[in-house]
């Protein structure tokens, strides 16, 4: 019978783990040359890589940048031995134009702070950690240099006393610990109103400052949203909730279509406040993509929910126009939208009316993506357990609570990537509009080539537009996966 | 069948029955399509009352206790919960919802929010009660199930005995008069079924109304009042525990007890 018997006599130390398994060399091996076929794989990669940066690189790093034309340029090769290469020149020349399209240049400052300005609004939408003091300081900053850069004697001191004040709140937030503000505000300070109100303004804001015109108009369809919550609220004790919600819809509709324009109207004749009004057909390059791409993921997030949600609805009705919808949308090329948009919308409109162009391609994009997101949002509420909703409605939660608090936010949770693919898409889609014959980067570049200097120019104007896109896309797409990571709850 | 002995002694000091009506079913029935899952149920649970419901798969024991807080709705006869009739009317619904518990076998914790914040939720969005005030009494059940420790973290970092306790303590923070169990248990490790019947056992102690649908005979026969044996969607038996476990009368019960014990 043999011994199973046994006893540690001393307990081991720790070691550090063997050398090949640690720093670069370990990571190589485990990484790159983990056995015979791997090792192959990965040589054969870079002798690949080798020859794609070979034949590009020299190509991108022509000395081309400050030529006037692609004769120009082709003297150069020639000089150089003929190899063709880019002939950047047509970027220097033509990229504030592909910025701008045919926005009035007096005027370009407009979009250009709209632009900052979007970056203070959303930073407190995307980003929970950044304190609201800096958001502020980054207002502050943007309003500033805007004044400054505005120039004239009120301009200069009023961006002056911004970037001052901006300095003046900067500086305390960065010499005041964390711990002592949370003291202070226990102690009472006030403080600073939440960077969101400024968020919740700039829908206002933007389109002012792109389109111009009186102040008065944003103004008043800022209060056709004021005056919507307060019939809603004057109304419930006397009507059904639901009743109350039409009759608040109802009531901002009228405000927007009927009363906006004369009240905007008559108050710019007393207290005439304004921007030089620019045409929607002046608008063009990035801007217009970057006009509609946001539009488009702002609005089509919200109504994509209503319409995942009321395809789930019990109520038939709401159910058959939602599907229906959605599955008409998603049956039709975008193309086919934006064509009714540019030319058979204006046979239903009255004669006489001018519809915006940009408008009714915003509406029509917007819808698109909408659809889309519809049943992105279906699939993440399609994952949720049963349970959920069971335990939200166990707890005497209603169900517009229900889904506020708790499916919501997990529903929306597990669409991310979905969702964030869908952004990337309309704003990838938004280059279709130069087909119904607005300049978005695209519709530029035939305009561009037309120019006899740069006749034959092909692949800088896409490469450049196509590097603008993706820094965009890029973006985004990090975000998602931050996004991803902070919301993460569990410890996988 | 798993049977956990308890090893704290059951304080029955507290345990009363009143004479008030808590629940009221009056000859319900109920379908799920043409299929007939509940027939002819009637029941009365006085206030105080530990009633544990046993059965056989498929009898219809979540069913039953599905409705008295209208997971799902019946189809015929009466149920009054506390006063309230569950009919189609929202308003009766979310009120016999906001003074009913329910624990369910899998938790249903929510996963995007800390355990105190599940526990805050309901009180803060449908009692109306200020923050705070909600996390103080928050903060008093998660200390009675045991786990104040635990507030702020997340339920996918909670083994599944915590999680049912914290779900215990979430129902309980909206301070109900009934509480309903759908086999608290048997999603559970033996050691995590008794912490979480321990928890039970106390709530039994403070003279809470508990309707339990479990197949812990042990907790039944120490802590139940009435033991309801449910087969075929009918109530086929029902008597106090010493009687209903010694001297089955229907043979399905015998044949059921023979089973499992
Ligand atoms: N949503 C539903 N639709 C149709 N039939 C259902 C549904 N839910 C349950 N049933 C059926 O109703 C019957 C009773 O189900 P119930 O869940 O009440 O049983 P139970 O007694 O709780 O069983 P278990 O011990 O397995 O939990 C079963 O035959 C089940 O298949
Ligand atoms: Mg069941």
Known sequence: MPDLSYVRSEMLPERAPPASQVGIVGWARANLFNGIGNSILTVLSLVFLWYVLAAILPWVFAPTWSKGSLNECREVFAADGGHGAACWGVIRERWVQLMFGFYPEAERWRPVLAFGLLFVALIPVLFNMISRRMNWVLLLVVLGLAGVYLGGVLGIIVGLALLGAAAFVGFKAFTTSKEDRAAEIASGVKRLPNPLFFSALYPFIAPWLLWGGTIWMPVGAALGFVISVLAYRSLLPFVGNLAGLIIAVVAALVWWLLLTAPFAGGLHTIIPIGLEPVESRDFGGFMLSIT??????????????????????????VKALCVGFIEFIRGVPLITLLFVASTLLNIFMPPGTNFDIILRVLIMVTLFAAAYMAEVVRGGLAALPKGQYEAADALGLDYWKAQRLIIMPQALKISIPGIVSTFIGVFKDTTLVSIIGLLDPLGLTNAIRADQNWNGIVWELYGFIALMFFIFCFLMS??????ERRLRTDHR | MSSITLETHVDRSKMAVSDHIA???????????????????????????????????????????RCINRLEEHQEGQIIVDGTELTSDLKNVDKVRSEVGMVFQHFNLFPHLTILENCTLAPIWVRKTPRKEAEE????????????????????????????????????????????????TSALDPEMIKEVLETMVELAEEGMTMLCVTHEMGFAKEVANRVIFMDAGQIVEQNEPNEFFNNPQNERTKLFLSQIL
């Open chain 1, 292 to 317: 509609i791409g946001v539009v488009a993921i702002a609005c089509s997030l919200p109504i994509g929910i209503v319409l995942a949600l009321g395809r789930q609805s019990d109520l038939l009705i």
């Open chain 2, 23 to 65: 629940i009221e079913i009056r000859n319900m029935n109920k379908w799920y399509g043409a299929f007939h899952v509940l027939r002819d149920i009637d029941l009365t649970v006085y206030e105080g009352e530990r009633i544990v419901i046993a059965g056989p798969s498929g009898s219809g024991k979540s069913t039953l206790i």
């Open chain 2, 137 to 184: 009494i928050a903060m008093h059940f998660l200390e009675k199930v045991k786990i104040p420790e635990q507030a702020h973290k997340f339920p996918g970092m909670l083994s599944g005995g915590q999680q049912q306790r914290v779900a215990i303590a979430r129902s309980l923070c909206m301070k109900p008069r009934i509480m309903l169990f759908d086999e608290p």
């Open chain 1, 478 to 483: 990090r975000y998602s996966m931050y996004l």
